[in-house]
């Protein structure tokens, strides 16, 4: 039977004042193990993946064009 049901007041505090029970501390830091332990591995794939993505993209990042570096080789500019 809930007593109170707080808005905006967090998770472990929500449920505490909902049920006055120092139990639902309990099942609301096990929830939060839980779900940390679940997502950790995908939320490391994706960075990793991001991060590969970013040094493709650097690598193959140019200043000028190939296009434009033949134009300027074909130029012939002596100071």
Same mark, same amino acid.
């Given at each position: 039977?809930?007593?109170?049901? @707080? @808005? !905006?007041?967090?998770?472990? *505090?929500?449920? !505490?004042?909902?049920?006055?029970?120092?139990?639902?501390?309990?099942?609301?830091?096990?929830?939060? *193990?839980?779900?940390?332990?679940?997502? !950790? @591995?995908?939320?490391?794939?994706?960075?990793?993946?991001? *991060? %590969?993505?970013? %040094?493709?993209?650097?690598q193959?990042?140019?200043?000028?064009?190939?296009?434009?570096?033949?134009?300027?080789?074909?130029?012939?500019?002596?100071?």
């Amino acid at each position: 039977m809930s007593v109170f049901t @707080p @808005p !905006y007041v967090g998770v472990f *505090l929500e449920g !505490y004042l909902a049920t006055f029970d120092w139990r639902s501390l309990l099942v609301n830091g096990a929830q939060m *193990l839980f779900s940390i332990l679940i997502w !950790y @591995p995908f939320c490391k794939m994706a960075e990793r993946n991001e *991060l %590969k993505k970013e %040094k493709e993209r650097s690598q193959n990042k140019k200043a000028i064009s190939d296009e434009d570096e033949a134009l300027i080789d074909d130029l012939d500019l002596d100071f």
